[in-house]
């Protein structure tokens, strides 16, 4: 049974991305819907409850993911979000401030097979190669993770 995956995240280009990644390898077991914003992915969650929510840290005009996530909660999501950032600093502050979060996951990297990996790593609700974060970790550079 295909899963249903909610990116919020507010670059186009990155939701381009993840989208041509999606349904190249997994038009068959994953149902994608995109928001830009706080308020579209509202109303996603009206006409489809994801299973998982990825969730970029700080989504315009909010700060980040500590009025997010609880808006996200507040309208009837109750699975698991994944914080995603480009930036460390994002997900150190994430890790620790957005403890309702399944994990933090840095998006510098852009390859496509990484991409695949993550989202294989998130769909089974385990940790993937692109996250440098596993929930609460404070090891300073996503960078690492590539190295």
Do not use: N
């Not at 186009?12 to 579209?40: C, G, H, M, N, W």
């Amino acid at each position: 049974m295909a899963k249903r995956l909610l990116l919020v995240d507010d670059c186009p280009q990155i939701t381009k991305l993840l989208t041509i990644i999606v349904e190249r390898y997994f038009s068959d077991s994953i149902i994608f819907e995109t928001a830009y914003s706080l308020k579209q992915a509202e109303r996603c969650l009206e006409h489809m409850m994801p299973d998982i929510v990825l969730l970029d840290y700080r989504l315009q005009p909010y700060d980040d993911c500590r009025e997010t996530l609880p808006a996200l909660r507040r309208a009837g999501y109750a699975g698991p979000v994944h914080v995603w950032s480009t930036l460390d600093r994002s997900l150190l502050m994430a890790a620790k401030d957005c403890a309702d979060a399944a994990s933090t996951i840095c998006k510098i990297d852009f390859q496509g097979l990484r991409l695949k990996s993550m989202i294989e790593g998130i769909m089974a609700s385990q940790p993937s190669p692109i996250s440098a974060f596993a929930k609460k970790q404070s090891d300073g550079d996503c960078r690492s993770a590539f190295a």
